[in-house]
């Protein structure tokens, strides 16, 4: 079973970016559509972007409205591995920022198509 451990989160002035990543522990990524949902205090989960299952050739990505343009979600598989490049980074991008693995192939924004999640790694912007 995918276990998912996410790596890379912190504090960041506002502008800045930073990557955080997701990594299967047991490498098994094949078959799976990846997510990353976020949570900040007092909010509910939300979707950020997912991205869809490829054995070759290019990906589809989905993205909230809210980080269109300035976030990328990006997966290696060779390493069972996701990103999300974080750019422009706003004091509202402020979270715990969660990786979820689907089982659709297609990328999806339904959290609850989501079958695995990882812990969460904070994700902090200063103004």
């Not at 909230?64 to 990328?72: E, I, L, N, S």
């Not at 790694?121 to 912007?125: D, E, P």
């Given at each position: 079973?995918v276990?998912?451990v ?10 800045g970016?930073?990557?955080i990543?997701?990594a299967?522990s ?11 949902f ?9 979707f ?9 050739g290019?990906?589809t ?14 997966r290696?598989?060779?390493?069972s ?6 750019n422009?980074?706003k004091p ?13 192939s297609?990328?999806?924004?339904h959290a609850?198509?989501?079958?695995l999640?990882?812990?969460g ?5 200063s103004?």
């Open positions: 079973q276990q998912l996410e790596s890379g989160g912190g504090l960041v002035q506002a502008g970016s930073l990557r990543s997701c299967d047991r490498g098994l990524f094949r078959g799976y559509s990846m997510g990353w976020r949570q900040a205090p007092g909010k509910e989960r939300e950020v972007a997912s991205i869809d299952w490829s054995a070759s290019p990906t990505a989905s993205y909230a409205d809210f980080v269109k343009g300035r976030f990328t979600i990006s290696d598989n060779t390493k591995t996701l990103y999300l490049q974080m422009s980074l509202e991008d402020t979270a715990v920022y969660y990786c979820a693995a689907s089982p659709k297609i990328a999806t924004s609850t198509d989501f079958i999640w990882g812990q790694t904070q994700v902090t912007v103004s």
